[in-house]
T-cell receptor
Framework: QKEVEQNSGPLSVPEGAIASLNCTYS??????FFWYRQYSGKSPELIMF????GDKEDGRFTAQLNKASQYVSLLIRDSQPSDSATYLC????????????FGTGTRLTIIP | DAGVTQSPTHLIKTRGQHVTLRCSPI?????VSWYQQVLGQGPQFIFQ???????GRGNFPDRFSARQFPNYSSELNVNALLLGDSALYLC?????????????FGDGTRLSIL
């Protein structure tokens, strides 16, 4: 079992619709959860982070965390063509260091 | 404020050579982490340094080493380069350690081994 698993996609969503990206993790000691967006040939860019159960909203983005189910998701409302990218889920465990464990990413394409 | 800066942007080396990659963190950030990202995969953790001390090491061979300087900048060194070392090398910095402190990445150094 991989430590962090994401749907590899690709995921295609019509412009203006809601894109839903999912991530599961294996380490129950994980404390913080991050979503990064990565455009082709570029470095990861932080979108959101969450560490408490429930929802966290920032503009068109909502992160959802369920520690009991070891599940974290990212919703993108009113999807725009500029949202087309690979979305990386990253998890930080309670090991006393800053190590992030990443999934392989979900490639999202917004169709105009 | 400037973000995380990395140099060089691109680098081409041959097998057996060594390479040094450099990173300057965001002002005020004392923690620097290094990641390797091969095509089609998520970044893999290599090292983390905080206050010039190694705080974490990923599953990489001893050919990989790093250090952090008093100004919190960092270097990643790779010896005896192999073809499989071709990747995007990412540096990330964060505020003093804590679970809610997100890491911010630089633009990376793209290393190609011929």
């Amino acid at each position: 079992q991989k430590e962090v698993e994401q749907n590899s996609g690709p995921l295609s969503v019509p412009e203006g619709a809601i894109a839903s990206l999912n991530c599961t993790y294996s380490d129950r000691g994980s404390q913080s959860f991050f979503w990064y967006r990565q455009y082709s040939g570029k470095s990861p860019e932080l979108i959101m982070f969450i560490y408490s159960n429930g929802d966290k909203e920032d503009g068109r983005f909502t992160a959802q965390l369920n520690k009991a189910s070891q599940y974290v998701s990212l919703l993108i409302r009113d999807s725009q063509p500029s949202d087309s990218a690979t979305y990386l889920c990253a998890v930080k465990s309670n090991f006393g260091n800053e190590k992030l464990t990443f999934g392989t990413g979900t490639r999202l394409t917004i169709i105009p | 404020d400037a973000g995380v800066t990395q140099s060089p942007t691109h680098l081409i080396k041959t097998r057996g050579q060594h390479v040094t990659l450099r990173c300057s963190p965001i002002s005020g950030h004392k923690s620097v982490s290094w990641y390797q990202q091969v095509l089609g995969q998520g970044p893999q953790f290599i090292f983390q340094y905080y206050e010039k001390e190694e705080r974490g090491r990923g599953n990489f061979p001893d050919r990989f080493s790093a250090r952090q300087f008093p100004n919190y900048s960092s270097e990643l060194n790779v010896n005896a380069l192999l073809l499989g070392d071709s990747a995007l090398y990412l540096c990330a910095s964060s505020q003093p350690q804590g679970p809610q402190r997100p890491q911010h990445f630089g633009d990376g150094t793209r290393l190609s081994i011929l």
